[in-house]
Nanobody, 122 residues
Framework: QVQMEESGGGSVHTGDSLRLSCTVSGLTFSNYAVAWFRQTPGKVREFLAALSGKNSTHYGDLVKGRFAISRDNTKNTAYLQMNTLKPEDTAVYCC????????????????WGQGNQVTVTS
């Protein structure tokens, strides 16, 4: 059974940084692309970043230059470093995994974490 456990969310102020973690079990992590999405009430799930097992990356335009995705295959963990946070970054952040190459479409990911709230106040 695949499990994806997220951590690192919380409440911060404008300009602060946070690092989200997503630890995966139940699959061969290095064979999977990982991605981060976020969602706010009434909006579609928004793609943030993705990273393949071969270190190909892709970022969504809204977070390019502020957020960075990484992974440690020895720890079966993916990370999302978020810098210069803004109130509009407030959302539930989810990690996801799919076998093979990266994708920006949430429907392409088979496995999901439970979501982690990030709140940014001015």
């Amino acid at each position: 059974q695949v499990q994806m456990e997220e951590s690192g969310g919380g409440s911060v102020h404008t300009g602060d940084s946070l690092r989200l973690s997503c630890t995966v079990s139940g699959l061969t992590f290095s064979n999977y692309a990982v991605a981060w999405f976020r969602q706010t009430p009434g909006k579609v799930r928004e793609f943030l970043a993705a990273l393949s097992g071969k270190n190909s990356t892709h970022y969504g335009d809204l977070v390019k230059g502020r957020f960075a995705i990484s992974r440690d295959n020895t720890k079966n963990t993916a990370y999302l470093q978020m810098n210069t946070l803004k109130p509009e970054d407030t959302a539930v952040y989810c990690c996801a995994a799919r076998w093979g190459s990266i994708s920006v479409g949430p429907n392409m990911y088979e496995h999901w974490g439970q979501g982690n709230q990030v709140t940014v106040t001015s």
